[in-house]
Nanobody, 122 residues
């Protein structure tokens, strides 16, 4: 099983960035997929999730309206489009997989990627 996140980098406030996550080694279409993030010195927190079909999404209040999660089951990929970025969005972003569901609960996710760093400068 592998989840490979990419696309992080340095961006100015109010800028945009797209994160990608490539999945392999498991039945991708059977899993809800999510993004979480962890800022330095803080606990990891939920960002967004998408159901196995891509038909439903759910966002943390802090990113709702600015971030969009999507998936391409044929390519075994998920994406996080981030717009109007703020310095408080600076964190390591992780993609994760949850069997059957798509929730905000970190403990439900069974597979995790290695993370990609997003830094937003003011």
């Amino acid at each position: 099983v592998q989840l490979q996140a990419s696309g992080g980098g340095l961006v100015q406030a109010r800028g945009s960035l797209r994160l990608s996550c490539a999945a392999s080694g498991f039945a991708f279409g059977d899993y809800g997929m999510g993004w979480f993030r962890q800022a330095s010195g803080k606990e990891r927190e939920f960002v967004a999730t998408v159901t196995w079909s891509g038909s439903s999404t759910y966002y943390a209040d802090s990113v709702n309206g600015r971030f969009t999660i999507s998936r391409d089951n044929a390519k075994r990929m998920i994406y996080l489009h981030m717009y109007n970025l703020k310095p408080e969005d600076t964190a390591v972003y992780y993609c994760a997989a949850e069997k059957g569901l798509a929730t905000k609960y970190e403990g439900n996710y069974v597979y995790w990627g290695q993370g990609t760093l997003v830094t937003v400068s003011s």
